[in-house]
């Protein structure tokens, strides 16, 4: 089973950056499409951004040009750098796995708070 694990959270102050990672293991990872959610307290999981086996990238409106999305295949590693980060940004980010059709495997996120 495929098994992804997140790291690089923590409490950082407004207009400060971070980069999470997400570790996958399993086979074939180079062909899917890996993405980033975050869920905030008391609201529902949203989509941050996305990124397929061919390097194309989308993004929430939210996060557009302050973060980046990456992925390096010879290590099965996800990026999400995070820039000029808000307050708005506190969540708990969830590295996931797309099959194709929907999200199938997802992390066990890690915690981002953004203070003022």
């Known amino acids: 089973q495929v098994q992804l694990v997140e790291s690089g959270g923590g409490l950082v102050q407004a207009g400060g950056s971070l980069r999470l990672s997400c570790e996958a293991s399993g086979r074939i990872f180079s062909i899917y499409t890996m993405g980033w959610f975050r869920q905030a307290p008391g609201k529902e999981r949203a989509f941050v951004a996305a990124?397929?086996?061919?390097?194309?990238?989308n993004y929430a409106d939210s996060v557009k040009g302050r973060f980046t999305i990456s992925r390096d295949n010879t290590k099965n590693m996800v990026y999400l750098q995070m820039n000029s980060l808000k307050p708005e940004d506190t969540a708990v980010y969830y590295c996931?796995?797309?099959?194709?059709?929907?999200?199938?495997?997802w992390g066990q996120g890690t915690q981002v708070t953004v203070s003022s």
């Open positions: 996931a796995r797309n099959s194709g059709t929907q999200y199938d495997y």
């Open positions: 990124i397929s086996r061919s390097g194309n990238t």
